[in-house]
């Protein structure tokens, strides 16, 4: 072709002497962009930083006390002598609190969810999700001091208890403080389900009810469920308020209407008093360990069932 | 063909992953001329048009091969820099995208980050931009106002002014007039005829009346080829290639 | 006729479940609001507290929050936005992009009580920081960089691709088009993402607990290697500490009542304003 007669001469030496000046900006680009990536591998560094505390500081407890018997062991007495650290009515106090805030917060927030997507209408909808993620602000302590002052003592009279106290009203100050998020993101998942799927229900008859049950609710369930399960990890993480209101007996719990110690409260109670680099210290960075795992656990499960949502939907990002 | 062609692809190739989207292009650009870039979807044509100014580095998963010359120069060379061949030669897009900003902005982005401050300069060349662009005199009251508040027209013709503020040789036009109304439509092609006396122009388009109303000479893509490339009377009076005669005479497409 | 009496009940025990949502959620707001308005006085507002914390006012305490605060942002808002610039706009969609974007998401699920213990063993003890102003900050900082990360992703890739196209083919280079184009238009959507986070952090107590917070310091907090009260922190000691239970409710009800407005009116406003972008972007 015509261009094999231009002028080769201008080739690789010319091209240098003609962009010599470009090099400097090219070179700060580069900069720029190496600069970026530093800080991005920062977050990185703090997620694996995290882990690394929590392995170096648990670490010495379990040549002190074996996994097995620190896991099951059935007594928490870190500072008797001799100390003993089994954790499980900790770990059980925590199960019992999440699974009775699910109770809870599982039917409102879903319910929730579902009437803002399904039953309310446009103006309501305006209204309503904004309050309810403003609501979701309100701090755990404040969620705290309201359990402290107003449910505690209605537990105690209604049931006759020597303390209101009990894994009964830490399990349902969470499960209302664990609503609206729960409810926020079931809403998210549900205002992802295209119009499409309703409009082709409503076409062969079903009515609204049928449409939700059958069409809306199993299109958008792992949506909800991811909701669900950030939720449950949002209370099994949350501190202030069991600390507040659980009542903090670290004895394995029968009924609701015990005082429990969950394993954020035993951390928070006792790492104030615990001497630092001792045993009981040690204890404590292991149950925050244990507390990690299973939320890294939640949210890994979370993510992958979101991603899945997303894709049986089409959505890209 | 002589030397005084502006640009030239050379055994351009392009792959999209492993799939390849461009074979053996050979196209020169002549300068003061507009070349037409048919085609139906998906043959490539855009692909083309955005290697000329190294714009297909944004995608990721890509691979080039042969070379692409602008003034004899070969633009693909690594030490070339992207910048400096984009300040060289302009486009236009398919969706008119006016920064969101106003309209003055709008058109002295381009020479700010060309590292130019003189104000009056900027002044200057921001109205003689919008002029050139016949846009001046529906704007020239309101420049300080949002781009975004232009109609679809107006956005266009103030995407092809930014694009004139930078002074590039070349502009490079992928279907210009894609989501604009005829009226619109008519106006962008009055002003490429206009702007082919100062600048070499490369238009894509799907619309073979455009090609034939604006062009001086057009080229035809067919699945990632270059079928026919000729002067516009010829490709659209007397094709040689028969799947040249089947475009244009709707047989497809 | 058996349907549509299935679609009542049902429809309306939804409606039951927003409704008792709402209801508690407004009986805790109001009960604080209510209980909380006697004690907010001026003085309240702007005394430092007297006599073993059973009287005077809470003002170091408010100060304390809003000096945590905004130390945790000043670290967090940079170090977020780069990262989140990185991911969006220079990122290659490579493995180790994959792996950050991971991390942060997890980052994002840590309960707050772990990273009270990280800020404990890393600036407490490891850096020698102390309890302090400092340490406390860096630790919310922590708590807040995944935020505010996902925030500002989330606005820069509602900016539309076709502007940095038109910016990169106009010869601009990456990072002018990043400062002028892309971030200038996700402005606003990063701001109401670091309002909102600005709401988290002032709210938590856990990861102060151990970095930061005391009960009872006398005067203002003078440098950051000084311990800071801190109003959740606050109304948690006044629950449990202290000799005068009674005479501290009161003030706890105060700092609640402050503390609750202070973050309803911060992501009142964040929310606010997301529903303006919203509605502008159409």
């Known amino acids: 072709m015509a261009c094999l007669s231009w002028k080769r001469g201008r080739g690789p030496s010319s091209c240098r002497a003609q962009f010599l000046g470009e090099h400097m900006a090219r070179v700060k680009e580069k900069l720029y962009e190496w600069i970026f990536a530093a800080l991005a591998f920062s977050s990185l560094v703090f997620l694996i930083g995290i882990v690394w505390v929590l392995c170096k500081e648990s670490l010495p407890i379990f040549s002190r006390v074996p996994l097995g018997s620190f896991l099951f062991g059935k007594f928490w007495y870190p500072t008797y002598c001799p100390p003993e650290f089994g954790i499980l009515p900790l770990i059980l106090s925590s199960v019992w609190v999440t699974l009775g805030a699910m109770v809870v917060c599982v039917p409102l927030g879903v319910g929730s969810a579902l009437y803002l997507n399904e039953v309310a209408n446009f103006r309501q909808r305006q209204i309503l999700k904004p309050m309810i993620e403003i609501l979701a602000s309100i701090p755990s302590v404040v969620y705290g001091f309201f359990g402290v002052v107003l449910v505690t003592p209605f537990l105690q009279k209604v049931f006759s208890l020597p303390t209101g106290m009990t894994a009964l009203n830490a399990s349902f100050i969470l499960g209302l403080m664990a609503t609206p998020t729960v409810c926020s993101l079931a809403e998210d998942a549900l205002s992802y389900v295209p119009r499409s799927f309703r409009e082709a229900s409503f076409a062969v008859g079903a009515d609204r009810w049928q449409t939700l049950i059958k069409v809306v609710i199993p299109a958008a369930g792992s949506g909800i469920s991811t909701a669900i399960i950030l939720g449950m990890s949002r209370a099994i993480g949350e501190t202030m308020t069991v600390l507040m209101v659980a009542g903090g007996a670290a004895v394995i719990p029968k009924t609701l209407l015990e005082p429990v110690r969950p394993m954020t409260a035993a951390i928070a109670a006792e790492m104030g008093e615990a001497p630092m680099g001792g045993d009981h210290y040690h204890a404590l960075f292991a149950i925050a360990f244990i507390l990690f795992i299973i939320t890294f656990v939640f949210n890994i499960v979370a993510e992958i069932i979101s991603r899945r949502f997303r894709i049986k939907l089409g959505i890209s990002r | ?253 | ?282």
């Not at chain 2, 003055?104 to 900027?122: A, D, P, Q, T, W």
């Not at chain 2, 490429?192 to 122009?201: A, G, H, M, V, W």
């Not at chain 2, 799907?206 to 010829?234: C, P, W």
């Not at chain 3, 892309?182 to 986070?197: K, N, Q």
């Open chain 2, 1 to 253: 063909m002589d030397d005084s062609m502006k640009m030239c692809s050379e055994n351009v190739n392009f792959f999209y992953g492993r799939q390849q989207a461009l074979k053996e292009i050979n196209l020169n650009i002549l300068p003061n001329k507009v070349t037409a870039i048919i085609g139906p979807s998906g043959c490539g044509k855009s692909t083309f048009i955005r290697l000329l100014n190294r714009m297909n580095e944004l995608v990721p998963h890509t691979t080039l091969t042969g070379r692409i010359y602008l003034d004899g120069q070969d633009i693909l060379m690594p030490c070339v820099d992207p910048v400096e061949i984009r300040r060289r030669v302009g486009m236009v897009f398919q969706k008119p995208n006016p920064f969101p900003k106003n309209i003055f902005e709008n058109i002295s982005y381009g020479l700010e980050v060309n590292s130019i401050r003189n104000k009056r300069f900027i002044e200057e060349r921001v109205v003689e931009s919008l002029k050139k662009a016949a846009l001046w005199d529906e704007v020239k009251d309101r420049l300080y106002d949002s781009a975004l508040n232009l109609s679809g027209g107006q956005q266009q013709r103030l995407c092809i002014a930014r694009c004139l503020a930078v002074k590039p040789e070349v502009l490079l036009f992928d279907e210009p007039c894609a989501s604009l109304d005829p009226i619109s439509t008519r106006k962008v092609e009055e002003l490429i005829l206009e702007l082919k006396k100062d600048y070499t122009i490369a238009i894509v388009t799907h619309n073979m009346q455009q090609a034939a109303r604006v062009s001086d000479y057009t080229g035809f893509f067919l699945l990632g080829e270059l079928i026919e490339f000729d002067k516009t009377e010829k490709i659209f009076k007397a094709p040689e290639d028969h799947r040249t005669e089947d475009y244009i005479t709707g047989r497809f497409g």
């Open chain 3, 1 to 282: 006729m058996k349907r549509d009496i299935i679609q009542k009940i049902g429809f309306f025990s939804l409606f039951l479940s927003i409704l008792i949502t709402f209801s508690f959620l407004g009986m805790i707001v109001y009960f604080i609001f209510s209980r909380g308005l006697p004690v907010i006085s001026w003085d309240f507002l702007t005394q430092p507290p007297r006599n073993a914390m059973t009287e005077g006012g809470v003002a170091p305490v408010i100060i304390g929050t809003v000096y945590l605060t905004l130390g945790s942002m000043i670290f967090a808002v940079p170090l977020g936005l780069a990262c989140a610039v990185y991911l969006c706009e220079y990122s290659p969609k490579s493995f180790v992009v994959n792996v950050i974007r991971i991390s942060i998401n997890n980052l994002a699920g840590v309960p707050s009580v772990v990273f009270g213990l990280f800020g404990l063993a890393v600036f407490v003890k490891f850096f020698g920081f102390g309890v302090s102003l400092l340490s406390g900050s860096l630790t919310l900082g922590i708590l807040a960089l995944p935020l505010i990360i996902s925030a500002s992703q989330e606005a820069l890739i509602a900016v539309p691709y076709s502007i940095r196209e038109a910016s990169l083919s106009l010869g601009a280079t990456q990072w002018q088009t990043i400062r002028r184009i892309v971030l200038p238009t996700a402005f606003p959507g990063i701001l109401t993402g670091v309002i909102l986070s600005i709401g988290r952090v002032a709210g938590e107590t856990a990861p102060i607990l151990f970095t930061a917070a005391a009960f009872y310091k006398r005067g203002y907090p003078k440098s950051i290697f000084s311990e800071v009260m801190a109003l959740p922190y606050h109304i948690y000691a006044l629950m449990t500490e202290g000799a005068h239970p009674d005479k501290q409710r009161a003030i706890a009800y105060g700092c609640s009542l402050i503390l609750l407005f202070l973050v309803l009116s911060i992501s009142g406003v964040a929310i606010f304003l997301r529903q303006q972008q919203r509605s502008y972007h159409g």
